[in-house]
């Protein structure tokens, strides 16, 4: 593969190189809807599904995490443990919370306040 040394390490020029490519890569990916014209721009269904892009990405960082204890359990420990873990707690207590009071800095609080509640207990 380009670029790779026999000691285990890159040449310089090929690691700025791929970092400039992918930066152009994502800039270009995230303005394109700025320059576009507007009859070019998403409209309908499209434009509504984008606008829960933000949201899906966080929930796809966060639900591993979460999950963890669920689906990979540590050896000898039994998986339903893993109910009792603080990180599950705590993403209940904040889901609780946003549906309950419609108001998500709210729910963000009292997860994470439940999870340093948790987290010292445990």
Same mark, same amino acid.
């Given at each position: 593969?380009?670029?790779?040394?026999?000691?285990?390490?890159?040449?310089?020029?090929?690691?700025?190189?791929?970092?400039?490519?992918?930066?152009?890569?994502?800039?270009?990916?995230?303005?394109?809807?700025?320059?576009?014209?507007?009859?070019?721009?998403?409209?309908?269904?499209?434009?509504?599904?984008?606008?829960?892009?933000?949201?899906?990405? /966080?929930? &796809? !960082?966060? +639900?591993?995490? *979460?999950?963890?204890?669920?689906?990979?359990?540590?050896? %000898? #420990?039994? @998986?339903?443990?893993?109910?009792?873990?603080?990180?599950? /707690?705590? &993403? !209940?207590? +904040?889901?609780? *919370?946003?549906?309950?009071?419609?108001?998500?800095?709210? %729910? #963000?609080? @009292?997860?994470?306040?439940?999870?340093?509640?948790?987290?010292?207990? &445990?």
């Amino acid at each position: 593969m380009g670029g790779a040394d026999p000691a285990g390490g890159h040449d310089p020029f090929f690691v700025w190189t791929t970092i400039a490519v992918v930066a152009v890569i994502v800039a270009a990916g995230r303005w394109v809807f700025l320059v576009l014209p507007r009859e070019w721009r998403p409209r309908g269904l499209l434009e509504q599904a984008l606008s829960h892009a933000p949201l899906a990405a /966080l929930a &796809a !960082l966060l +639900a591993p995490q *979460v999950l963890a204890p669920l689906l990979d359990p540590a050896p %000898g #420990v039994p @998986a339903l443990a893993g109910l009792l873990d603080p990180r599950l /707690l705590s &993403a !209940l207590v +904040a889901i609780v *919370v946003v549906h309950w009071r419609r108001n998500v800095f709210a %729910g #963000v609080l @009292a997860g994470v306040a439940a999870w340093f509640l948790l987290a010292s207990l &445990a």
